[in-house]
């Protein structure tokens, strides 16, 4: 079976270096080497000028595993496997999945959350996140139909891409308990993690909580360092772990060693990093609440719960998808339309993790009060 083409990486293949501003990107104000290099500690810049440029131990460099490993339970640098992060979803489904088995997917979603299994030939159900006044909501007795029967494996994924939705401890637990008492593997992608803007609200990450649960997070969103590709998977099993690095074999082998050293870099300052761009996130919020507050006839706009972006609702003329043309063909401000993530019509991205929002919100401004003036 062919996989589909990955809608939301072609729209940004097609604008992300022409457009001027990116209204909708999901990684937070990426960080410069200098400043990165700038945090390390005495020993951390005698690794990197003595680092050497040779392959790298295939499971992810130790260091760096223990770094990840430090402070959740139950996980030691064996349960740690780290690859980019696209790469560790695809590892994944590869290992966990084969022809037939039914897999249930969170929607709407980051594609390859259930593209990949579909293209392996797995029957995949959408969990459907519905709309609501207080803001997005699962619907837990439809989960429970979902899941019985015989399921492989739920794929979750909390702080959500691109409602910004977190649900709360209680449902977190209530969906570990449905699918262990069907025996199902969870695959939980935990991206946004640590981007919750009341930090109690912060959910475990599933690989501390359910033997049966695989996580995925990284460097690219709340850590500021895409371009490093580092990401990974912890599990409470180290036979599973072993598996997937056996699949990776077959696509990168092993790690960039100055990716891994620049990542365990970036964690050792996570606070200080975590803490800068959730300065920056919030900054954007007001000044979004502020933009679609005038626009309330166009825009329905509900801040996120947690993670660097939104998915508010068109109510102006025309679609989303004709707002997202015009706007980044008038005043070459991108902004991603909810066909990317199957949900066509009435909803679009937007990313508050970047420091030129605020000129990009003054941009829409104009093309707002010119375009829709009348509406
Ligand atoms: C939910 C989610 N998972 C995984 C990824 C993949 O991360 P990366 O682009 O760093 O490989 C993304 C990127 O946008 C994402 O939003």
Request: proline letters at 6%.
């Amino acid at each position: 079976m062919s996989i589909q083409p990955f809608k939301l990486e072609r729209y940004y293949a097609r604008h992300e270096f022409n457009a001027r501003y990116m209204f909708s990107s999901s990684d937070c104000e990426s960080l410069s080497l200098q400043e990165l290099l700038g945090m390390a500690s005495p020993a951390s810049i005698t690794l990197w000028q003595n680092l050497g440029l040779g392959y790298t131990e295939s499971q992810g460099n130790p260091l760096l595993r223990e770094e990840i490993a430090h402070g959740q339970t139950g996980i030691g640098p064996k349960n740690v496997l780290i690859a980019s992060p696209e790469e560790a979803i695809f590892v994944a489904m590869q290992t966990i999945l084969r022809p037939g088995d039914r897999v249930v997917a969170i929607a709407p979603a980051y594609q390859s959350l259930h593209e990949i299994a579909r293209s392996i030939g797995c029957e995949v159900s959408n969990w459907e996140m519905q709309p609501g006044s207080q803001g997005w909501q699962l619907n837990m007795d439809r989960l429970e139909e979902l899941l019985s029967g015989k399921v492989r494996l739920l794929v979750i994924n909390f702080p959500h891409n691109p409602t910004g939705f977190l649900p709360s401890r209680a449902q977190f637990d209530q969906i570990v308990a449905l699918a262990r008492a069907k025996n199902v593997m969870i695959f939980s992608d935990e991206m946004y993690r640590m981007l919750e803007l009341n930090p109690a609200e912060r959910l475990p990450s599933i690989s501390e909580v359910y033997e049966q649960g695989l996580g995925l997070s990284g460097m690219s969103k709340s850590f500021s360092l895409p371009g490093l590709r580092i990401g990974w998977l912890t599990s409470q099993s180290e036979g599973l772990i072993r598996d997937i690095v056996g699949y990776k074999d077959y696509t990168t082998i092993c790690n960039s060693a100055p990716s891994e050293l620049l990542a365990l870099i970036g964690l050792q300052n996570r606070e200080r990093i975590v803490a800068r761009n959730l300065e920056i996130i919030r900054a954007n919020i007001t000044a979004a609440t502020g933009f679609f507050e005038k626009y309330r006839n166009l825009v329905e706009w509900q801040p996120p719960q947690a993670g660097s972006i939104a998915f508010p609702r068109w109510l102006g003329p025309g679609s989303a998808e004709d707002l997202c043309e015009a706007s980044v063909t008038q005043q070459g401000v991108m902004i991603v339309p909810g066909s990317m993530f199957d949900q066509p019509g009435e909803r679009f991205r937007v990313g508050l993790g970047r420091r030129n929002f605020p000129q990009a919100l003054e941009h829409l401004d104009e093309f707002f009060s010119i375009t829709y003036s009348g509406v």
